[in-house]
């Protein structure tokens, strides 16, 4: 199985600070990433597609790059609405990975 | 709209089964792929298995192979998680979650959440 590895497991930030989440693959996975935002209590919600495409309705501060097996997830200026956990998600292979997830604290 | 509704969770005692069962609408649900995640309390999410549409294609998470069956019903827009033999691990929030057009998941459910304890 490919493994997925997010860092950090936890952030700190303010609102209106620049934030980048790293997503890791065991092996290449050309650029089938997703990435989620998950607040509690909550289903998953995709923000980011094939590593850099961004879903429809998601804000523009969210983007995502990376290909191969190294990956991130930045969110230009923080809001008060994006203190959530974020998972990356490789698809690559039949059998999908998700990363451990990343919270994003309010500092 | 489209919708995702799982039904099915509960309290099950240890080597119990259960079916878990997923209402589609909003959507043509025979055009996409299925999939069921779950996320055990105060975990990460974890991919269990994927359904293609016409179910030809079926795959598992490989620590789980062998105690659960997904399939599903294009004529009842329905989709379902068989899981033999629980295990207090199995303990979790399943979710029911649409492969959109970039084979990426677009969509979730709010999940149903199955309790394994005697």
């Known amino acids: 199985d490919i493994q997925m590895t997010q860092s950090p497991s936890t952030l700190s930030a303010s609102v209106g600070d620049r934030v980048t989440i790293t997503c890791r693959a065991s092996?290449?996975?050309?650029?089938?990433l997703a990435w989620y935002q998950q607040k509690p209590g909550k289903a998953p919600k995709l923000l980011i597609y094939?590593?850099?495409s961004l879903e429809s309705g998601v804000p523009s501060r969210f983007s995502g790059s990376g290909s191969g097996t190294e990956f991130t997830l930045t969110i230009s200026s923080l809001q008060p609405d994006d203190f959530a956990t974020y998972y990356c998600?490789?698809?690559?292979?039949?059998?999908?990975?998700f990363g451990q997830g990343t919270k994003v604290e309010i500092k | 709209e489209v919708q995702l509704v799982e039904s099915g969770g509960g309290l099950v005692k240890p080597g119990g089964s259960l079916r878990l069962s997923c209402a589609a609408s909003?959507?043509?649900?025979?055009?996409?792929?299925m999939n069921w995640v779950r996320q055990a309390p105060g975990k990460g999410l974890e991919w269990v298995a994927s359904?293609?549409?016409?179910?030809?294609?079926?795959y598992y998470a490989d620590s789980l192979k062998g105690r659960f069956t997904i399939s599903r019903d294009n004529a009842k827009n329905s989709l379902y998680l068989v899981i033999n033999s629980l295990r207090a691990e199995d303990t979790a929030v399943y979710y029911c979650?649409?492969?959109?057009?970039?084979?990426?998941?677009?969509?979730w459910g709010q999940g149903t959440l199955v309790t394994v304890s005697s």
């Open positions: 979650a649409r492969d959109g057009p970039a084979v990426a998941i677009d969509f």
């Open positions: 909003g959507f043509t649900f025979n055009r996409n792929s």
């Open positions: 359904i293609d549409s016409t179910s030809g294609y079926i």
């Open positions: 092996q290449s996975i050309s650029t089938w």
């Open positions: 094939k590593a850099s």
């Open positions: 998600q490789q698809y690559n292979s039949y059998s999908q990975t």
